[in-house]
């Protein structure tokens, strides 16, 4: 997949979902509840092992005006990372 966004290095997290085992619509639903919670700028990495999450949190983010920072793969499950707008 060449339009995947990697995300850098170093991110500072303040809130971590743990949504792997859910499938489609859980991770996204899980992530805008959990996204409600947090500040403005702050940073939410949501670990997930549902594919279609490629999709559906970048475009999510784009239309509610969050920040999709890209994701990382991991051992088992990828990590998204989404800056609160």
């Known amino acids: 997949m060449s339009d995947t966004k990697v995300a850098e290095d170093g ?31 702050e940073i939410l990495q949501i670990d997930g092992t549902d ?10 983010c784009s239309r509610s005006g969050h920040e999709y920072l890209g994701e990382k793969e991991q051992s088992g499950y990828i990590s998204f990372f989404v800056k609160k707008g």
């Not at 509840?33 to 500040?39: D, S």
């Open 51 to 60: 594919p279609g999450s490629r999709n559906d949190l970048p475009g999510w």
């Open 11 to 41: 991110i500072e997290v303040n809130v971590t979902l743990d949504a792997k085992g859910l499938s489609c619509p859980m991770p996204l639903l899980r992530t805008k509840k959990e996204i409600g919670k947090l500040a403005s700028g």
